[in-house]
């Protein structure tokens, strides 16, 4: 198998509401694993992403949202062996316990470090126990378990992942004592980049030609991808509790598949975004660690190929298309960032897609990405909530333009803005504005959120 072909296999994971929750209930429920006895106290320690994306959220099997509630529910209901579906088989007895280990104040969160590399730590006491967990790069990447002092697993550090300089970062920038950025945490100094993405050695040519000529079978996988989001999508028009999705419809007509290309991509898209931020109980097809990444690089496609009656080959071709786009600017920025990637790098992905599924050339897959750098590259992620609905509308937007124009020959200039020379430069670009670009603005973000919380 082709190594990207293996990327994408092994990065597409099913997610059960936001990813981050999922992810925090993993962890927890791991640690409790190897844990006896009564709880005292638990403590999850989490870089700045993950404790933004999770805030407000919604969590799957309970009305409830956020940080601490997540992991409350993976101590007393979740599953580690379900990974980032964790919690599917939470029951309402089971929010009921989780409260009273809250109010009893046994379960505290505490922000590590202003970071777009995925970082979390379980600090899990009980009479009997203590356990130490540390999850790192991906969601369910546990890298340290130390067991009553005793360390019992130790990896190796991701060779892949992004280092990044976590620029301006101050004793003044620290969270209040017991939440500041640890050695543990903190990146090498220096201004550059010191670990590279093996798809950075392709270039967008080259990962058209592989989307070209890499055999059918080989990426027949990406068909799970939409199963699983189709159903996600069905869920959002039975349930009651879904606004946008209703209104999407109505906007598309009343019907699912309308002559509208924009409408239709924009209802399957973000009914499906909203049914998965709210918490409803179905798992998105999630791409970089995203379940709303998973939707957006997937979803509008999908419309488009049923509109004109494609056929399935060129869909899974379009889509391998936009995973890779996607993960090319992803693995810049880093996971989770103070910018939108849902918008920036999955949104650019799928428009790179949609010129795919239209017969377009790589030269109009760069004046789209040109379009596209220079309109929402900057948009900001305020969490795992009901604004990315918002966020995956203006994205559908924003790419079905970028598309349109460029089709034409119309783009902007690779003189003007962040725009590259080359491509694969406006990738590069994309992601640098959100790592290091963006480490003050995600600062910010988090200080609003504590604010909040006063």
Aim: proline share 2%; net charge negative; with cysteine.
């Amino acid at each position: 198998m082709h190594e990207l072909s293996t990327l994408i296999k092994k990065d597409m994971v099913p997610a059960l509401g936001v990813t981050e929750p999922g992810a925090i209930s993993f962890c927890v429920a791991k640690a409790k694993s190897y844990a006896k006895g009564e709880l005292l106290h638990l403590n999850v320690a989490m870089n700045s992403g993950m404790y933004k994306n999770a805030f407000t959220c919604g969590i799957p099997n309970s009305k409830e949202v956020g940080n601490v509630f997540a992991a409350a529910l993976g101590y007393v209901a979740g599953n580690p062996d379900k990974g980032l579906e964790s919690l599917a088989n939470v029951t309402p007895a089971d929010n009921v316990s989780a409260q009273r280990l809250i109010d009893e104040g046994k379960i505290t969160v505490a922000l590590s470090g202003i970071s777009s590399r995925i970082f979390m730590e379980a600090t899990l006491e009980t009479t009997e126990s203590k356990v130490l967990l540390t999850i790192r790069d991906t969601h369910t990447n546990i890298t340290k378990i130390v067991v009553n002092g005793e360390t019992v697993l130790e990896a190796e550090e991701n060779d892949e992942a992004i280092d990044r300089p976590e620029a301006g970062i101050t004793e003044s920038d620290k969270t209040e004592e017991g939440c500041g950025i640890t050695e543990s945490n903190k990146v090498a100094e220096g201004t550059g980049i010191t670990k590279i993405h093996s798809i950075h050695r392709y270039t967008l040519a080259e990962l058209v030609d592989y989307v070209n000529t890499v055999s059918l079978e080989e990426i027949e996988f990406v068909k799970e991808a939409y199963k699983v989001n189709l159903e996600l999508f069905e869920e959002a028009l039975k349930s009651p509790r879904t606004t946008f999705a209703r209104q999407l419809l109505a906007m598309n007509g009343g019907e699912v598949i309308s002559k509208d290309e924009q409408m239709t991509a924009s209802l399957l898209c973000n009914a499906t975004i909203e049914a998965r931020v709210i918490g409803l109980d179905k798992p998105a097809m999630s791409i970089t660690g995203s379940g709303a990444h998973g939707i957006i690089a997937t979803m509008p496609l999908y419309g488009v190929y049923k509109i004109h009656g494609l056929s399935e080959e060129i869909l899974y071709r379009a889509t391998m298309l936009s995973y890779l786009v996607c993960t090319y600017i992803k693995e810049y920025s880093g996971r989770l960032s103070a910018f939108c990637g849902c918008a920036i790098a999955a949104g650019t992905g799928m428009a790179c897609g949609l010129v795919y599924l239209k017969g377009g050339t790589v030269e109009q897959m760069e004046y789209t990405l040109n379009n596209m750098a220079s309109s929402i590259t900057g948009m900001i992620c305020d969490g795992g909530n009901q604004g990315c609905t918002m966020k995956g509308v203006a994205a559908c937007d924003a790419a079905f333009r970028s598309v349109s124009f460029a089709m034409k020959g119309v783009h902007i200039d690779k003189v003007h803005g962040i725009n590259g020379n080359t491509p694969e430069e406006t990738m590069r670009n994309m992601g640098l504005i959100a790592s290091p670009g963006m480490v003050g603005t995600e600062k910010t973000i988090v200080e609003i959120f504590e604010e909040k919380l006063r």
